[in-house]
Nanobody, 129 residues
Framework: QVQLVESGGGSVQAGGSLRLSCVASGSTGSPNCMAWFRQGSGREREGVALLYTGGAYTSYGDSAKGRFTISQDNPKNTVYLQMTNLKPEDTGMYYC??????????????????????WGQGTQVTVSS
């Protein structure tokens, strides 16, 4: 079992920045894939960024490319999402998720929800214009 706890959300104006954190605990010994998803009001959950904890592989959703950066601090079992140049359409609940087998990275569907066995409770991001 893996437990994920997100933090760092808040309210910012357009053009601002936020850094989200996701702390993993439990059975986190093996390299795996960690991702950030988001869900706006009335919208489907979408993949934002993915990181393979055992190497340099990352993947980004179209909305995140060029503005968001996913990174990790292995000793702290923490994955970060640095978000810059935020836009009102970035508003939503942001979730951290774990894909223990990295099935999404392997089969080329990094943000397919069925790969993710573990989810955090989410942290709210609100961007005002």
């Amino acid at each position: 079992q893996v437990q994920l706890v997100e933090s760092g959300g808040g309210s910012v104006q357009a053009g601002g920045s936020l850094r989200l954190s996701c702390v993993a605990s439990g059975s986190t010994g093996s390299p795996n894939c960690m991702a950030w998803f988001r869900q706006g009001s009335g919208r489907e959950r979408e993949g934002v960024a993915l990181l393979y904890t055992g190497g340099a592989y990352t993947s980004y959703g179209d909305s995140a490319k060029g503005r968001f950066t996913i990174s990790q601090d292995n000793p702290k079992n923490t994955v970060y999402l640095q978000m810059t140049n935020l836009k009102p359409e970035d508003t939503g609940m942001y979730y951290c998720a774990a894909d223990p087998g990295c099935g999404g990275m392997v089969d080329g569907t990094p943000f397919a929800l069925y790969h993710y066995n573990y989810w955090g409770q989410g942290t709210q991001v609100t961007v005002s214009s």
